[in-house]
């Protein structure tokens, strides 16, 4: 049932836990479109709730990537947030109104 629903939407909405008390929603811009997610959470967090899962084309390969270690090491999270290319998506805490730009497109 869990898989289905994500290949069907690619959200990964469903798997936040229910029982953990969560703050505001807020609403942001990721790649144009209007986008929830909680006060609190890393912008990574909040991408990857939203399905957004590609995170930039490798320049050599051309082939997708996305986020590797989540805790600020690898680099492979980079993000441009209101118009600062290449801030770690794992390491920054999305706000209400930031526009979220990844680099995945080719
Ligand atoms: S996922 Fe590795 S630095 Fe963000």
């Known amino acids: 049932m869990i898989q289905k629903s994500i290949q069907k939407s690619g959200k990964m909405e469903?798997?936040?836990?229910?029982?953990?008390?969560?703050k505001q929603k807020i609403k942001f811009k990721l790649n144009g479109k209007?986008?929830?997610?909680?006060?609190?959470e890393t912008v990574l967090a909040a991408l990857l709730a939203a399905g957004q899962k590609k995170i930039k084309i490798n320049p050599v390969s051309r082939k997708p990537r996305g986020?590797?270690?989540g805790m600020g090491v690898?680099?492979?999270?980079?993000?441009?947030?209101?118009?600062?290319?290449?801030?770690?998506?794992?390491?920054?805490?999305?706000?209400?109104?930031?526009?979220?730009?990844?680099?995945?497109?080719?």
Do not use: Q, W
């Open 67 to 69: 986020a590797l270690c």
């Open 14 to 22: 469903h798997l936040r836990i229910d029982s953990i008390l969560r």
């Open 74 to 106: 690898c680099f492979e999270c980079r993000v441009t947030i209101d118009g600062i290319p290449n801030v770690r998506a794992c390491m920054t805490e999305v706000k209400p109104g930031m526009i979220i730009e990844t680099n995945d497109k080719k």
């Open 34 to 40: 209007d986008t929830e997610a909680y006060e609190g």
